[in-house]
């Protein structure tokens, strides 16, 4: 009505920021309870001497952070963990984006949602059990010899349980389907049009993938590398089953730390260590998905 009051007016509209701050404040409350209140205990465990709960004497120090000089064997620690990430990142990286890749140009419809959704199954299975049924597989006499003897009766064990490529089995197993779904993503944005357009141009396939397609996918290799390397090198279940005595790395010295030595502060010292590593290559790879997007 022309001459009605109007009910949104200037005392009955609240400022922007008041409606965005009541949106946004139950979630980083929770994230400040549950994530950043605990980082920040841990971060004062690390520059004590001992574990506040037991009956040492606490002060204050800062050895925790020099545990690399002082006990250079996590060097080589350091280094396992750092090659194990790279490798189970290289191979999600490769499987990932040719999954993704037929995903998103070979299918449609159904088929797609079917496949998007056994893409999706390791993330509705128990981590503990997922790791466990490998060692079942690729064990000394296990499912993978039992296949293989079933064809040739006299081959020999191919059992590797217990080194480096079954803890990055596992790991790829648990994190590939996080470089699928960012491949995906990024791949079905691409119109189809440009790849026709370089196919009638007479672009070859490999051309095509490698200065269209894998150019234009960068920011999702990348996004999808990032998730898969901070919480591998930090892991400790797939190198402690998998691994057996050559599984030590940092996540698993970590958890020795807390579970079995008592040394918290040590354990805290290297967390944050580890954080700082993350931080880094979130800060190197920030860059990179910057550039990729203004191409």
């Known amino acids: 009505m022309p001459g009605a009051p109007s009910s949104a007016g200037p005392l009955g509209r609240l400022p922007p920021w008041v409606a965005t701050t009541a949106l946004l404040l139950p979630t980083y409350g929770w994230l400040t309870l549950a994530v950043l209140l605990p980082l920040a205990t841990m971060f004062g465990f690390s520059f004590l001497t001992a574990t506040p709960m037991g009956n040492k004497e606490i002060g204050f120090t800062l050895k925790n952070y020099r545990v690399f000089v002082d006990q250079p064997y996590l060097l080589g620690v350091a280094w396992t963990s750092l090659k194990i990430g790279l490798w189970t990142t290289a191979i ?49 006499g296990g499912f993978l010899d039992w296949m293989v003897r079933g064809v040739w009766p006299g081959a020999p064990s191919l059992g590797f349980l217990y080194s480096q490529p079954a803890i990055v089995l596992g790991l790829v197993h648990g994190y590939l389907p996080y470089m699928v779904l960012t491949c995906y993503i990024a791949l079905v944005s691409i119109d189809d049009a440009v790849v026709e357009a370089a196919a009638s141009l007479g672009a070859r396939w490999w051309t095509i993938l490698t200065s269209i397609l894998i150019p234009m996918a960068a920011p999702g290799l990348v996004s999808g590398a990032v998730l898969i390397f901070v919480p591998v090198i930090g892991a400790f279940m797939e ?34 260590t580890i954080l700082a590593v ?18």
Request: hydrophobic share 55%.
């Open 92 to 140: 999600c990286a490769v499987v990932g984006f040719l999954a993704a890749l037929a995903l998103a140009k070979a299918t449609a419809g159904r088929v797609r949602e079917t496949l998007l959704i056994l893409v999706l199954l390791p993330f509705w299975t128990n981590g503990l059990v997922r790791v466990f049924s490998w060692t079942m597989v690729i064990r000394e």
């Open 239 to 272: 190198p402690r089953i998998l691994g057996g005595t050559v599984g030590v790395t940092l996540g698993t010295v970590i958890e020795d730390q807390f579970t079995q030595a008592f040394n918290w502060p040590l354990g805290a010292a290297l967390s944050f």
């Open 278 to 295: 993350v931080l880094a290559v979130f800060a190197t790879f920030s860059g990179v998905l910057r550039r990729s997007a203004t191409i």
